[in-house]
């Protein structure tokens, strides 16, 4: 069953292990605490927006390691980030404010000594706090406010493109970043900040690890820390890529030794005094939130209405590896603006990220044909409790796992697919040479050809010849493998997409499928059910809509309003009262609105 508020179900609880983390609320944070014998908390503070979302598989095992050693662990997302509250005012300080609570949190456990373990901004801001600690981490710190939006807005226009490779417009006075917005008031807070003017130390052992980091470590030994100092070689796959991000193993075994060494163990025969955690809960007036772990040990959050709720639950499946929060917390900020509407929803992390465990073979989740069991689990747990959902969204990769789930199970009575890349994956198909190659870049190789920058990077071997031949053949044989979808000896097998999809129909269930312009996935749409618009919402349910002047993440607050629309108006025309009257009549195709000069004739908003 769910509990009531944000916090594990009963059947969270058996068999975890010591260290197994536990949700906990830090007044508008959302953070997973492990207790531990140890009379030494230790605090980690991640960094900010799209470096904490590559990092955060990452930082989870840090804390994992942190926490096996003994040490009661607490590692937190800042108002605004992740699954927390937004913040009551501005971010910057609600940010310091959280750390602030982490460090009482872990004092009111019992602990006599902190450690805290800031990654980035999160050490940067870690360093400013003012409250007693003994040992503080520093990885990679930014020296200032100012330092950080530098970098970020470098990031900004490598990150955030349209489809035709331009950096995405930015906001008046606001800078976005992987899908996150940095707003005037955070950017005029960053400028403030500045650790060179610090006249007390911020603990009394640091361990300074990073490019340039030499001035700050001799302004905290000039303050009478002892400081420690080293580099940190795998920065930038922890925090530059969040499809292929990698552990800093040796980095982080570094840093539990420093953050435990020494610490004081629990008085032997002395009684526990520590209090018990209390109830997590986060709510505001429109929304209440429960974690629940189910399944193989999956994590997942019920966002369900405050007042009056019809019963309808949207499961929601993210795309890539992109934890529960989403791909610039977008999930977070859905789930609550439907729960506003009455409408409740499941957002989850498959095994291989977020809070879930590994998969089985340590393998990436994207596009795993075994990882629509995960969303089969979750579909079962909100049954099990009440809440069996209707309909599913997913985004990418996630919209492949939606169509498995649709296809194989009969609870589900819609999806709504936002760039669907495929339908099916053919088994052997090495899903990480296809994402670098063929989602790095909207635009094929043989469109890239005609641009002048193309030939330059080959000539300076920027991009090899093999692997230009090889995401050739490869887009070859995709072609030629769309082209011959609708042919009659591939569609007479009852296993082809269009065969599928027509049974789906018959037993009432709906596709709503979305993209935003010139997406890679649309030749799909048009390889399987033609060009005719009104034919495709015939055997889909609905029209395709196409959504211009968006990038494929949706990022901008007005490509995720038409998101909410959508999947709003399928989850009102699915309902059983409706399905009842009407399950097998398709919704009215409506007009395409601004054709171009795309081929495929579909209903397109602007």
Request: proline residues 7%; hydrophobic residues 40%; contains cysteine.
């Amino acid at each position: 069953m769910l509990t009531d508020g944000m916090g594990f179900s009963p059947e969270a609880g058996a068999g975890l292990a010591a260290t197994e983390p536990v949700p906990v609320a830090l007044g508008d944070a959302f953070g997973w605490y492990s207790p531990g014998a140890s009379r030494r908390g230790v605090l980690l503070c991640g960094t900010f927006g799209f470096e904490q979302w590559c990092a955060y598989r990452s930082w989870r095992e840090l804390a994992g390691m942190i926490a096996a050693a003994g040490c009661p662990t607490l590692r937190f997302d800042y108002p605004g980030q992740g699954d927390s509250r937004d913040p009551q005012g501005p971010e910057i300080p609600a940010a310091l404010d959280a750390i602030r609570a982490g460090i009482a949190f872990l004092r009111e456990r019992g602990a006599e000594e902190i450690a805290v373990v800031g990654l980035r901004l999160g050490a940067t801001l870690a360093a400013l706090t003012g409250d007693g600690v003994d040992r503080l981490v520093m990885l990679s710190p930014f020296p200032s406010g100012k330092a950080y939006r530098r970098e970020m807005a470098m990031q900004a226009r490598l990150i955030d493109v349209m489809p035709d490779r331009t950096p995405m417009p930015q906001e008046p006075d606001s800078l976005m970043i992987g899908s996150f917005l940095l707003g005037p008031q955070t950017l005029a807070d960053l400028a403030r900040l500045d650790l060179a003017a610090a006249e007390r130390a911020p603990a009394s052992r640091i361990l300074m690890l990073g490019p340039k980091v030499d001035t700050l470590a001799e302004r905290y030994r000039a303050l009478g820390s002892t400081v420690e100092t080293g580099p940190f070689p795998d920065l930038t796959q922890l925090v530059s890529d969040p499809l292929f991000s990698r552990t800093p193993d040796q980095t982080f075994a570094l840093v539990r030794d420093f953050a435990v060494a020494e610490a004081p163990a629990a008085i032997s025969g002395a009684p526990a005094v520590t209090p018990a955690l209390p109830p997590c809960r986060l709510e505001d007036e429109t929304w209440r939130e429960e974690v629940t772990r189910f399944g193989p040990g999956l994590v997942g959050i019920l966002c369900r209405p405050a007042g009056h709720w019809s019963g309808d639950t949207v499961l929601v499946v993210n795309s890539g590896r992109n934890p529960r929060a989403g791909h610039g917390r977008q999930t977070t900020r859905l789930a609550r603006r439907l729960a506003a509407s009455g409408i409740a929803s499941f957002r989850f992390d498959l095994r291989g990220i977020g809070d879930s465990p590994d998969r089985p073979d340590g393998s990436l989740p994207l596009y795993a044909a075994d990882s629509v069991a995960d969303v089969t689990a979750a579909v079962d747990h909100l049954a099990a409790s009440g809440h069996t959902p209707g309909v599913v969204l997913g985004n990418c990769s996630g919209a492949y796992q939606a169509f498995q789930a649709l296809s194989l199970d009969p609870r589900l009575r819609a999806a709504v697919l936002v760039n669907l890349y495929c339908f099916d994956l053919k088994p052997g198909t090495d899903v990480e040479t296809m994402v670098r190659d063929t989602f790095r870049h909207s635009q094929g190789y043989m469109a890239r050809a005609r641009q002048g920058r193309f030939w330059r990077q080959i000539v300076s071997g920027e991009i090899g010849l093999t692997r230009i031949a090889r995401a050739l053949l490869r887009d070859g044989a995709a072609r030629l493998d769309r082209w011959t979808a609708r042919m009659p000896w591939r569609t007479w097998r009852g296993t082809s997409v269009a065969g599928r999809v027509a049974r789906l129909r018959r037993r009432g269930a709906r596709i709503c499928m979305v993209y935003s312009a010139d997406d890679l996935g649309i030749p799909t749409v048009r390889a399987h059910f033609g060009e005719s618009q009104a034919r495709i919402a015939r055997r889909l349910g609905y029209p395709v809509e196409i959504l211009e002047g968006t990038d494929h993440n949706l990022s901008r607050a007005p490509d995720q309003d038409r998101i909410f629309a959508i999947l709003e108006r399928v989850v009102r025309d699915t309902r059983p009262e409706i399905r009842a009257g009407s399950a097998s009549e398709p919704a009215a195709p409506r007009p395409a609105r601004a054709p171009g000069d795309l081929s495929l004739q579909l209903s397109r908003s602007g």
